[in-house]
């Protein structure tokens, strides 16, 4: 939006020649110069204050996408392809190594799932990797501890997909097996030791007593 300035208007006392006019145009041109040369330094401030990627866009913005195919031998709908599948392998990627990390002796390497773009280049668009969800024979307290690995790994991605949901759901119910068993383990421990002791009390009967043994005592 522009703004109007309204003309100075200069008083002439009578009696007095009124001055020359002056011309202002030289006085607009060097405002004029100024202005410009004031632009340009916010400009260039401006321009050293760009992050890499916002100078980058602004490079690929101002080429055509002839220049842009000469550079990379791609268009730039090719271009874009290659950004996105970039992008996907790098979502894919941290996925199944948060899986593997997680898990640790339970999980085995992550493998993945490949699709060539058009630089003829692989970009991973999909992986897996496969975990030791199996109960501890014998043992339902080291069941528990491994079946809490196998949660947490099958959770450990930023966003867990179905499957990965599906396997934390599957390790909580073995979870929940192996604490039964191991409660009844613990109840049959305590129902042992209180059998021992009440044979330890009272447990043996004694033989019949001599009568002749008995002796009253009389006050």
């Given at each position: 939006m522009s703004s109007i300035v309204p003309e100075s208007q200069?008083?002439?006392p009578v009696g007095e020649t009124a001055p020359a006019t002056v011309d202002s145009s030289?006085?607009?041109s060097m405002s004029g110069d100024l202005l410009a040369a004031l632009q340009g330094e916010d400009g260039e401030d401006n321009k050293e204050n760009r992050s890499?990627?916002?100078?980058q866009q602004e490079t690929k913005s101002s080429k055509s996408a002839k220049e842009i195919a000469d550079e990379t031998g791609l268009t730039p709908e090719e271009e874009a392809q290659v950004d996105?599948?970039?992008?996907?392998?790098q979502e894919v990627r941290a996925h199944e190594q948060a899986h593997a990390l997680v898990g640790g002796q339970y999980a085995g390497a992550p493998t993945y799932d490949y699709q060539t773009g058009p630089d003829n280049r692989q970009y991973a668009v999909g992986g897996e990797v496969k975990i030791d969800t199996a109960?501890?024979?014998?043992?339902?307290a080291a069941t528990i501890d491994k079946m809490d690995i196998v949660i947490k790994a099958a959770l450990a991605p930023a966003e867990p997909s179905g499957q990965d949901r599906a396997v934390a759901s599957q390790a909580a119910q073995k979870r929940t097996e192996a604490q039964t068993e191991l409660n009844a383990q613990k109840q049959a421990e305590r129902n042992g030791e209180s059998a021992d002791e009440n044979q330890a009390d009272g447990g043996i009967v004694p033989s019949t007593v001599d009568p002749s043994a008995v002796i009253n005592?009389?006050?």
């Open positions: 200069t008083v002439i030289p006085l607009l890499p990627l916002e100078a996105k599948l970039k992008e996907r392998d109960p501890v024979p014998g043992d339902p005592l009389f006050a």
